[in-house]
């Protein structure tokens, strides 16, 4: 069990009410109104779509600042326990020539020192990916969109890390290497 945050002070609570209509604190009076302290996580995004009819991406919302609400979990840490760490730039370029930039600045050592194995690249019809495991158990995720013309949004999600210490760690590690690439890319033109 976690410290509990208080829902006025709680990161997203403004998010949180301009999203759902609803501030935070009402949330989580009426989840704990609903026995939500003894629901788990499934559950209790469940009962915000069932009972007061919110969309499942605000009850998802809803739900994670309600289990930081009452110490269940802190600030970037799943319901599994695990943390996340992201970071994003825009940069100029379209998704694929961004991609094409970003795999071939991950080179083998540059991902030896982040100890990320070798990745894999895929693609959907608007979002390009480089996804890569690291060598702790956790996973990297580059996700590359378009923004606007002549431009895409490069955002890297960094998932079951195993602490809060980690996961502030590699943020930073993150906003680093965004930095080292864009300015390559400056340098390179």
Not at 41 to 62: M, P, Y
Not at 153 to 165: F, M, P, Q, R, Y
Request: glycine share 8%; with cysteine; proline share 4%.
């Amino acid at each position: 069990m976690s410290a509990s945050t208080s829902p006025g002070t709680h990161p997203h609570a403004t998010r949180i009410l301009s999203g759902t209509g609803t501030p935070l604190t009402t949330w989580v009076e009426r989840l704990d109104g609903a026995g939500g302290r003894d629901l788990d996580h499934t559950s209790l995004a469940r009962l915000l779509v069932e009972r007061w009819d919110i969309e499942d991406w605000w009850a998802q919302g809803v739900t994670v600042a309600y289990e930081q609400v009452i110490g269940r979990r802190v600030v970037g840490q799943s319901c599994e326990g695990t943390f996340s760490a992201s970071a994003s730039r825009t940069v100029p370029g379209d998704p694929d020539a961004v991609r094409d930039r970003w795999h071939a600045f991950m080179t083998d050592a540059r991902r030896g020192e982040l100890g990320l194995k070798a990745p894999t690249l895929s693609d959907t019809p608007k979002w390009r990916y480089w996804r890569a495991a690291g060598v702790d158990g956790s996973r990297v995720s580059v996700h590359i969109t378009a923004k606007d013309e002549g431009r895409s949004t490069l955002g890297i999600d960094h998932k079951s890390l195993a602490s809060a210490e980690e996961r502030e760690a590699w943020k930073s590690a993150w906003k680093r290497t965004l930095t080292d690439f864009t300015t390559t890319e400056q340098e390179s033109r």
